[in-house]
């Protein structure tokens, strides 16, 4: 038996599952999804010392590339099904992908998502994921904010930066943002998605992910960062990988999201003019040298 067969047989294959909506056993030249609905499809890519470092257990790798993709699905208001995993790793060893299985079946049980197929290739490590999700009441878009709009964020930002300011000190206690990132479950989103307007998760920073909002939308906003309410020091505004969601809704529904999400924190206003002011609690501007997290 290949490398390649006996590492896909051996771990991947044990990690997938058939259904109703995923009738195919992998194996085949494509995956089948069987759906009469509309169906959000994102894709993302984790690559060694661009996304992780390289001594990141190959467990916590599976774990964040998942994570990862899934928090696209659901920042449009829907909830991740299944996906397409591609692997590309210079030497496999029966101990890595041990590891990386054990990583892919914990975010399964996690959030009821099942692996359908995918690739494995020799070359630098990278993870792909092509995620997919059926549309809930109402997709949620970027372009949707509208004047007057309370902006929220699910939870506080920062977690994301402190776990792996924990990694670095080889603190490995859960929970851990950045290494296990935790989503908002299927009944949030669920409960949510009737009185969203926009949403997108935050992953490369708070006013980098909320530009996109208002860059979409051709609106403003007005934040007031609470430091003792929303983030443990000022840089988590920019730091990003926290995947929590920055959402819009209207005025009238703020109730109704409270009930829902009890941490979420409102940081502010959609505005007309089409820039971003910040302040403190105290109405002084701030500033910042960057948005957030640039690949490049």
């Not at 809704?249 to 910040?278: D, F, M, R, W, Y």
Request: with cysteine.
């Amino acid at each position: 038996m290949n490398k390649e067969k006996y590492f896909l047989e051996k771990y991947l294959k044990p990690c997938t599952s058939v259904n109703e909506q995923f009738p195919l056993e992998i194996g085949d030249d494509c995956a089948i999804i069987s759906s009469s609905e509309d169906l959000l499809i994102s894709s993302d890519n984790s690559v060694i010392d661009v996304h992780f470092p390289g001594t990141l257990d190959a467990y916590f790798i599976a774990y964040r590339a998942l994570a990862v993709a899934a928090s696209d699905i659901i920042a449009m208001g829907a909830y991740p099904d299944g996906y397409l995993l591609n692997i590309t790793i210079p030497e496999p060893s029966d101990e890595w992908f041990k590891l990386f299985s054990n990583g892919i079946n914990d975010f399964n049980d996690d959030y009821g998502t099942s692996l359908i197929g995918g690739d494995l290739t020799k070359g630098q490590l990278n993870i792909s994921v092509t995620v997919f999700g059926k549309k809930s009441k109402k997709i949620i878009k970027r372009s949707g904010a509208e004047v007057d709009d309370n902006i929220y964020i699910s939870n506080k930002l920062g977690l994301g930066k402190q776990g792996y300011e924990l990694y670095n000190k080889q603190i490995l206690d859960l929970p851990n943002q950045y290494l296990k990132p935790k989503l908002l479950s299927k009944e949030s989103i669920k409960a949510l998605n009737p009185f969203l307007n926009s949403a997108i998760d935050v992953s490369d920073g708070l006013l980098l992910d909320l530009s996109r909002i208002c860059d979409q939308s051709q609106k403003g906003a007005i934040l007031t960062i609470y430091d003792d309410v929303c983030i443990n020091s000022i840089d988590d505004v920019v730091a990003g990988d926290d995947y929590v969601l920055l959402f819009t809704c209207a005025t009238k529904h703020s109730e109704a999201v409270k009930k829902i999400l009890p941490n979420a924190v409102k940081l502010g206003t959609i505005t007309q003019e089409k820039e971003i002011l910040v302040t403190d609690k105290e109405g002084k501007k701030m500033n910042f040298e960057k948005l957030g997290w640039d690949p490049f």
